[in-house]
């Protein structure tokens, strides 16, 4: 693709810039807490349109940053905005309406709601790796809730980041949506501000820095973050299929997909079947050469010479300590590229072990003994994602019972991001709270409680407590 993107990455945003935009939606906050659906809902509309409109601004600025192929944009960047978007827009009068609940012994002769409020003004903080989807995704909860928001895309694609600044500037006054671009300083100044909510996707070296920042000012969190996600492959599973299915979920946008599988567990009776059809896969896909695989339309790069620098160092690392290549496993830092590579015997001391990938490199370990590495899984943080390839129930069940991840797909991998009515998140480790969906909303909701009284039955236990009213509340404690 040989065309000039026209949106040039801007500078970061002075302190008091940011400021002067965050003191602008106080006022603008309050008065979105009487927004109907139908006004949120134009305001999502407008995003659709101009998502679209802008798709092959989109595919040219992600192709400038890091050579991303526009079939994957459009899938993986341009697809999940556009759905999330769209199931707002259907389902915002319904996640709206106030939820009745039934009064309780205490609270009878009332009736109660669940009202769902905007929290206010929001920040949401994206990653490089899908920058349109994971702060324009998030957006459209943040709106659906009728919060004001201030976006901060990752300064790593900022051909990206640019073009998306704009959007945001044609789309909404500053008081309803702001963007500022920029690296950690314009995080940091951002995280000094009380907001009413922050949605960050991200690592979770950084989750833990958005964290501490939020605790100052007591602002919820929502954090999307990443790790090391285990696959697991069983004798009975069809390896045909899951080396297929694996292949393209680890090596679309080249392994930098926070859900791509990070290593895999093969049964040793089927590991040699497992490695013959993921190197077939990776030919017909990507070549067999690394001059081939350099010229494909269809690898993105690794995102800069930094990244290409740290997985190859991973890469080298692993090779140095013992682990043998069993496919790939050459690198041009210069080019930002690491060849598609998979490994076995690797070492456990190996840095690959225990740092989250991130890239296009697959270990592939051998396993008898399920129970054994059922516990390697559980003495590690708790996984973003854990894939499950087998035809046997009492394993599928087993694994799921015995592990904790934020989600898990059982002979697929990574559509359980796709999945509009399941929450997107992790665990402890790998997140906290949800995304996509009704789960997005409520990420973006204050859940009120709401008591109206009719008749005040609670009036029979204010004091003085004594004769009749002593009889009531034990008979309450009875029936407690
Ligand atoms: P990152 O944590 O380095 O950066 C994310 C954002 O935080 C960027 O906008 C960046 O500018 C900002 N940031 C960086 N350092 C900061 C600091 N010290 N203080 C405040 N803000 C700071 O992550 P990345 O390299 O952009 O993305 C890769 C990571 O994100 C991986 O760990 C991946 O697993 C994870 N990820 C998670 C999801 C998910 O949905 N759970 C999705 C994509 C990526």
């Not at 693709?1 to 906050?29: D, H, K, W």
């Not at 949800?434 to 997005?440: K, M, Q």
């Amino acid at each position: 693709m040989n065309t000039v993107v026209s949106y040039l990455p801007g500078a970061a945003a002075a302190p008091s810039e940011i400021q002067r935009v965050f003191e602008r939606q106080r006022e603008t906050a309050i008065r979105l807490r009487t927004s109907t659906a139908q006004e949120r809902i134009m305001r999502i509309q407008r995003l659709y349109d101009a998502v679209m409109a802008h798709r092959t601004q989109i595919h040219e600025a992600a192709y400038q940053d890091f050579k991303k192929p526009p079939a994957e944009v459009d899938l993986a960047e341009i697809m999940p905005v556009l759905s999330e978007a769209k199931q707002a827009m259907r389902k915002l009068k319904k996640w709206m309406k106030p939820q009745r609940v039934m009064p309780t012994q205490l609270t009878l002769g009332t009736s109660s709601w669940i009202q769902r409020e905007p929290k206010g003004r929001c920040l949401i903080i994206s990653p490089w790796n899908y920058n349109v989807n994971l702060c324009f995704s998030p957006l459209v909860s943040c709106i659906a809730a009728g919060n004001t928001a201030i976006l901060k895309p990752s300064e790593m694609t900022p051909h990206l980041s640019a073009l998306m600044g704009k959007i945001v500037r044609d789309l909404y006054p500053e008081d309803e949506v702001a963007l500022f671009e920029g690296d950690m300083s314009t995080s940091t100044a951002l995280l000094e501000l009380p907001f009413d909510h922050i949605f960050f996707t991200g690592s979770p070296a950084v989750g833990k820095i958005v964290m501490a920042a939020a605790a100052k000012h007591l602002t919820s969190v929502t954090l999307e973050l990443g790790g090391k996600s285990p696959t697991i492959i069983d004798e009975t599973a069809n390896i045909r299929e899951a080396a297929q299915t694996l292949m393209w979920g680890k090596y679309t946008n080249n392994g930098q997909t926070c859900i791509a599988p990070d290593y895999i567990y093969v049964h040793a009776s089927k590991k040699e079947e497992f490695v013959a059809e993921c190197i077939k896969v990776l030919e017909t896909c990507y070549g067999k050469t690394m001059q081939e695989q350099l010229s494909t339309p269809a690898l993105a790069r690794v995102v800069n010479q930094r990244h290409a620098k740290r997985v190859n160092g991973l890469l080298t690392d692993a090779k140095e300590r013992g682990a043998r290549v069993l496919f790939g496993g050459e690198a041009a830092e210069d080019q930002c590229f690491v060849q598609p590579t998979l490994l076995d015997n690797i070492p456990d001391d190996a840095r690959i072990q225990s740092e989250e990938i991130f890239g296009p490199l697959l270990p592939i370990i051998a396993y008898t003994n399920l129970d054994k590495i059922l516990a390697d899984i559980n003495a590690e943080a708790k996984p973003l994602a854990l894939y499950i390839w087998s035809k046997h129930e009492p394993t599928i069940q087993k694994i799921l019972k015995q592990t904790s991840a934020g989600g898990t797909c059982i002979n697929h991998c990574v559509v359980q991001y796709v999945h509009g009515n399941l929450p997107f998140g992790g665990v402890n480790n790998s997140g906290i709270g949800s995304a996509h969906g009704l789960h997005g909303f409520l990420s973006f909701s204050h859940e009120r409680a709401v008591v109206r009284t009719r008749f005040n039955s609670a009036k029979i236990l204010y004091p003085p407590h004594n004769g009749f009213k002593r009889k009531v509340l034990e008979l309450m404690l009875k029936m407690t």
